[in-house]
């Protein structure tokens, strides 16, 4: 994501490290989505019968 951070930075003229704590919050944003997102589609759908035999208790 870095390069798209450049990008930024070059279009809208910004400085290099404000386009650099920009990347850093998207990646930031998009992981906790995606912790957040597969959290609650297992507990509603509960987890595969795969996974659920690798669990240590």
């Known amino acids: 994501m870095f390069p798209a951070g450049l990008v930024m930075a070059l279009w809208s003229g910004v400085t290099l490290l404000q386009a650099l704590i920009a990347d850093m919050a998207i990646l ?3 992981l906790v989505c995606t912790v ?3 959290w609650a589609f297992d507990r509603v759908l509960g987890l595969p019968q ?3 035999e690798h669990i240590i208790p």
């Open 28 to 30: 930031v944003f998009f």
């Open 36 to 38: 957040v997102f597969t």
């Open 50 to 52: 795969v996974a659920a």
